[in-house]
């Protein structure tokens, strides 16, 4: 599979999955790749585990979900238990190092386990609302499913009124997309 | 010589006779409904819409375009209709079991909405078409065909009051008001008034007492003396609502 | 005639979940009027509707249920307006009545179904569930048309291409997605129709025509009662012929690789895209696999997969509901011994994973 991925992101409501899993896709459609995006959805309407399933491809994209991903990314306990059926032996599973007691839960047949402090970077080194682009960094530094440059672009369309007002967001955000990638590109060496 | 009744302009003297039972209040609710439509000269613009139960018989009764709908589904249909064709008088027209039991959602959500639309519902204590079961206007201890023994109303509660219902919940500007076949001019005055306030953009409800000889079993003095003295008595002939109490200002 | 500017220019490709889609799309097919109630998964293509609609001169009306939502469109079309409505699950269960007059009265009803999981309340989430009601609900004769879309490009195509075919048939037409497409988001061109020489099939009213009725011309009298079985039987008869007669005109259907196939696989919908997906993975592998994916799932294409099928040594029906698209395909089919096998995930999705493993399974 050239440069394609299956990306599952889980969390807690309010880590932001949702919209990184958005804002990847849609920078890899802007790249001219397929790319489909599903969230999970039910009766709760807030609560419960927040889960993404993005899918960026060369290849026309089948079910909007998937059996096994290559990258999971889990960043609650119950976002671990949730995801765990998505990991198969080649895939590549990322939790948040700050999680405690988690040890037991974690997979045992994933091709890698990372744990990434990204929690803890975003609360002490840059600014806990930038948590979900550490986040968006990391998929993309362990996928490479987008180029720095497309992420930026795509940040830029999101949040480029808030930019505006205050021009030190757009380096907090730069700055945290590149702490991500370096967070998982880190872990791999 | 014979001096012929006049027929209202409205009726389409090809669907004459009519289909009702002989003694049944319906064509003189349809008559005040006709004077009314011709008083205030919009023919033209009128679309009638008829349920299911006696009401349907009157699908082919006028010279005006004419829906026949579902059982206690007229509401919404002239509704979905005067939404996009606001330039038409929407007139509904339903019985007491389409317009009080299957169709109360819409009659009381329509009322609500202010939609422009005239609902007119005919109130002869039972369901005429299927034989005379109870309806949610049955008098307590009245026989129906599934009340043999009398309504009882412990068990299925008091009569519906459709029209006090509907003006507690209808905005101001809206017209309610409940006549009766036994005074067909005063019908035909509340159902032209009900059509105004259509026309000045509100919803009015007119529910009509109405005979039923063929299900209640009685001959022509008896059907009189019921609808005189039990339903009239019971279900107050009158405005409920009328524009005029709109508050100036 | 009130003027609004046209909601798309030409075309353009965009990133969108499938509701907003469905609201694109019934925009630039010039919709005048949606009736909705609210459901999940439908529910945004009322939010995105309702955005648009006032700036492109259109209405909208939340009714108090899905029967009012389905008898007020049929309202609309009376009165000659493209007007359309959107459900799911129970949503669809209580439509079914009014679509039952609209097949009945021959209305050019169009209705979006999101389908969900089922029976009852169960999921809001997705199936193929509904694929039965939406073809023969209602107490009638199924004299429905039915587009099941397999994505965002289909979404769009197939809601502009609805209001055509039900205003030129007049039946009650639908567009039969689902969950998934609702809320998933992919590229998609969106496009004014006129740009793409598709030219909207005018809508007329059927009541409230210019001239005093009985005067100037006659009244119009419209019902769905017939006081005998004769009378009855007669309006059935032409309708269903009518039906059957246009019925080639609009079958619809894709298909790839089926004429050396010896496991056909038989899907619609959504699951169509891991159907197709499984295919050409497993023709990599030299499995002689084909696909067939009906469009029209009513009228369905049963001579077309006839053929197909009498060719082939297994058809492998897949579907996100316990048998209901095997139950047509079989029905369509009888008389062919090929053997027909299943694989059903009732209310889940199904994967190109999946799929590929059952095809190996049955070599």
């Avoid at chain 3, 389905?70 to 669809?92: D, I, M, S, Y």
Wanted: with cysteine; net charge negative; proline share 5%.
């Amino acid at each position: 599979m050239a440069k394609g991925a299956r990306i599952a992101l889980a969390g807690e409501g309010g880590q932001g999955v949702q919209s990184v899993a958005e804002i990847i896709t849609e920078a890899a459609y802007e790249e001219g790749r397929e790319a489909l995006y599903i969230p999970n959805f039910g009766v709760e309407q807030r609560g419960g585990v927040s889960v993404a399933y993005v899918q960026i491809s060369d290849e026309p994209i089948g079910s909007p979900k998937f059996k096994t991903a290559d990258i999971v990314i889990a960043l609650s306990p119950r976002a671990i238990e949730r995801t765990k059926k998505y990991v198969g032996n080649e895939t590549i599973f990322v939790y948040d190092a700050d999680m405690e007691g988690v040890e037991e839960s974690l997979p045992d047949n994933a091709a890698k386990v990372l744990a990434i402090p990204a929690i803890r970077i975003a609360k002490e080194e840059l600014h806990p609302r930038v948590f979900n682009v550490v986040i968006m960094g990391a998929v993309i530094g362990a996928t490479g499913v987008v180029s720095l440059e497309r992420a930026k672009q795509a940040i830029e369309k999101k949040l480029g009124y808030k930019f505006e007002k205050d021009p030190s967001l757009r380096e907090m955000n730069f700055k945290a997309l590149e702490y991500g990638m370096r967070l998982v590109k880190e872990k791999e060496l | 010589m014979s001096v012929q009744p006049q027929m209202p302009r409205t009726w389409r003297t090809e669907t004459k006779p009519h289909k009702f039972c002989p003694g049944c209040g319906h064509p003189l609710v349809l008559k005040a409904l006709s004077w009314a439509i011709e008083e205030l000269e919009i023919e033209e613009k009128v679309v009638f819409g008829c349920d299911i139960g006696c009401s349907l018989l009157a699908w082919d009764f006028f010279n005006l375009d004419s829906v026949q709908t579902h059982h206690g589904r007229t509401t919404p249909v002239i509704t979905g209709i005067k939404r996009v064709r606001p330039d038409l008088v929407g007139v509904a027209y339903m019985g007491d079991g389409g317009g009080y039991a299957i169709g109360s959602q819409h009659l009381v959500n329509s009322a609500m909405r202010n939609e422009k639309v005239t609902v007119i519902l005919v109130n002869n204590t039972q369901y005429g078409m299927t034989g005379g079961q109870m309806a949610p206007t049955t008098l307590p201890n009245q026989k129906t065909e599934t009340t043999p023994y009398g309504r009882s109303v412990e068990e299925t509660g008091l009569p519906t009051k459709g029209p006090e219902m509907v003006a507690s919940i209808s905005s101001e500007g809206s017209y309610v008001a409940r006549g009766t076949v036994s005074n067909v001019r005063q019908l035909k005055k509340y159902i032209k008034r009900a059509l105004e306030a259509q026309l000045n953009g509100n919803f009015s409800f007119i529910e009509a007492l109405s005979l039923c000889p063929t299900n209640w079993r009685t001959n022509a003095e008896e059907t009189w003396k019921f609808l005189e003295d039990q339903m009239s008595k019971y279900f107050t002939v009158g405005e409920f609502k009328t524009p005029a109490q709109k508050k100036e200002g | 005639m009130f003027m609004a500017p046209k909601p798309i220019e030409g075309e353009k490709r965009v990133f969108m979940t499938g509701n907003e889609v469905v609201a694109w799309a019934a925009t630039a097919a010039g919709a005048e009027i949606m009736y909705g109630y609210p459901i999940t998964p439908q529910n945004e293509i009322m939010h995105y509707w309702t955005r648009m609609a006032p700036k492109y001169g259109r209405k909208f009306l939340q009714t108090e249920d899905e029967i009012s939502a389905g008898f007020t469109t049929v309202g609309g079309v009376l009165a000659g307006k493209r007007a359309f409505t959107a459900t799911a699950g129970p949503g669809n269960t209580l439509m079914q009545e009014p679509m039952s007059m609209a097949e009945m009265m021959r209305l050019p009803t169009v209705l979006v179904v999101t389908q969900r999981g089922g029976p009852s309340t169960a999921t809001v989430i997705y199936s193929q569930q509904e694929l039965t009601m939406t073809c023969f609900g209602g107490n009638g004769e199924g004299m429905r048309i039915v587009y099941s879309t397999s994505g965002h490009q289909d979404l769009y195509d197939y809601t502009i291409k609805a209001f055509n075919t039900a205003w030129k048939y007049r039946f009650p037409t639908f567009v039969l997605g689902d969950g998934y497409q609702s809320k998933m988001r992919e590229p998609v061109t969106i496009y004014d129709p006129e740009a793409r020489n598709i030219s909207m099939v005018p809508a007329e009213a059927y009541m409230g025509n210019p001239g005093t009725p009985g005067v100037d011309r006659d009244p119009v009298h419209l019902r769905n009662t017939y006081n005998m079985e004769e009378e009855l039987l007669k309006v059935i008869n032409d309708n269903m012929a009518t039906y059957e007669s246009i019925a080639p005109e609009i079958v619809e259907y894709q298909e790839e690789e089926v004429e050396d196939a010896e496991v056909l696989l038989i899907s619609h919908g959504i699951v169509s895209r891991a159907a197709q997906g499984a295919m050409k993975l497993l023709r990599e592998e030299g499995f002689k696999v084909g696909y067939f994916r009906p469009i029209t799932v009513r009228p369905f294409p049963a001579e077309q997969l006839r053929e197909r099928a009498e060719k082939a040594k297994c058809l492998l029906v897949i579907e996100s509901a316990y048998g209901q698209l095997k139950r047509i395909v079989t029905d369509s089919l009888y008389g062919c011994t090929t053997t027909i096998k299943s694989y059903m995930k009732p209310g889940e999705s199904v994967t190109v994973e999946e799929v590929v493993e059952k095809v190996r399974s049955l070599y």
